[in-house]
């Protein structure tokens, strides 16, 4: 999982294949988190454009990572999210209300792009 600087202090995290609960804590938590405070991000997209499927153990654990970001001080945009992802959170009960969320990579670009600004 690649972390890459698309903009000023604006990471974005594209997540491809399947994630199981140990990649996304490992990977995405302690890696992502370590980015945003050496990198001092604004503001953080996970493309979840390529997710194929998550186990469910890993569904709360995902959305943990957006929130961490969040406490940090950084804007954290889930974008991309699929048919399937999208009907295992709501199946598995995980509450996305906290979450932003946008259709495309592009929308949550064009979204956080102001505030990366400032």
Known sequence: MPILEVWSRVLCVPVIGSVDEERCAHLMMERLLAAVTARRARAV????????R???????LFLRVATSVRLLGSACVLAGIGLEVARDLVQEGV???????????????????????R
């Open 95 to 117: 509450p996305c209300g906290d979450v932003a969320t946008c259709r495309r990579l592009h929308d949550a670009l064009r979204a956080l792009l102001p505030a990366a600004r």
């Open 45 to 52: 997209v996970i493309d979840v454009t390529g997710l194929d």
């Open 54 to 60: 998550m186990e469910a153990s890993a569904l709360a």
